[in-house]
């Protein structure tokens, strides 16, 4: 069960890459707006930039709850996204099942908690405070670990303040992050921009 839990939480950060660029954000069209398969979704993203580039990372809408329409459409959205995996892992492996619920619910409590504290998110989460800060809002997609945006050459940082101590954006011994590091930079090698005034959104 425990190789199908590990199996599981990789292929939640590769749909956490997918879901953001894609459903989130949408694809570039030449003069048109934006494409996104699920718009009401987009568009709830979109204001969520808008908001946090006002408030220095701050979301007033994770305190208002479900009564902000921005915070229901997210949770309805993992609530469908991890009912549908896990009833499709479920016959195949347990521990993935178990892993698409568990990767919903920590996704929610990662994104929520970091535009409540932005403090916390540039110490625990900076990919993602660069996700929404630096220059360049079309990068940095994954949100509980940057682990597809390494591999996927997606990570872009801003300031040697926001880089995590390695790829895997976990807390490991010195010499583990090391040799993490010389992996990256040898193979999946990051990129680097510089912040933006906090009102500047790309659309």
């Known amino acids: 069960m425990w190789k199908g839990f590990l199996v599981g939480l990789v292929v939640a950060n590769g749909f956490e890459w997918i879901a953001h660029k894609y459903i989130l954000h949408g694809t570039h069209r030449s003069g048109k707006p934006r494409y996104s398969p699920v718009p009401d979704s987009m568009k709830s993203h979109w204001e969520h930039h808008r908001e946090v580039r ?7 809408g994770y305190v208002e709850g479900i009564s902000n329409w921005r915070t229901k459409n997210e ?5 469908v996204v991890a009912t ?3 009833l499709m892992f479920y016959p195949v492996s347990k521990g993935m099942a178990a892993a698409a619920v568990y990767s919903a619910c920590n996704y929610y409590y990662i994104h929520r908690r970091a535009h ?3 403090d916390w998110a540039m110490r625990k989460i900076p990919w993602h405070y660069d996700h929404h800060m630096n220059s360049n809002q079309d990068a940095n997609w ?7 945006d390494y591999v996927l050459g ?7 303040d926001l880089q995590e101590q390695n790829p895997l954006g ?6 583990v992050s090391n040799i993490l590091n010389f992996v990256a930079a040898t193979c999946f090698p990051a990129k680097w921009v510089e912040k933006v005034p906090r009102l500047s959104v790309e659309r």
């Open 54 to 60: 006002k408030t220095d990372f701050y979301d007033h």
């Open 75 to 79: 949770i309805i959205s993992l609530a």
């Open 84 to 86: 549908g995996t896990s």
């Open 116 to 118: 409540l504290e932005p």
């Open 142 to 148: 994954c949100v509980t670990k940057p682990w597809f």
């Open 154 to 160: 997606t990570r872009v940082i801003s300031s040697k």
């Open 170 to 175: 976990m807390v490991l011994p010195a010499p």
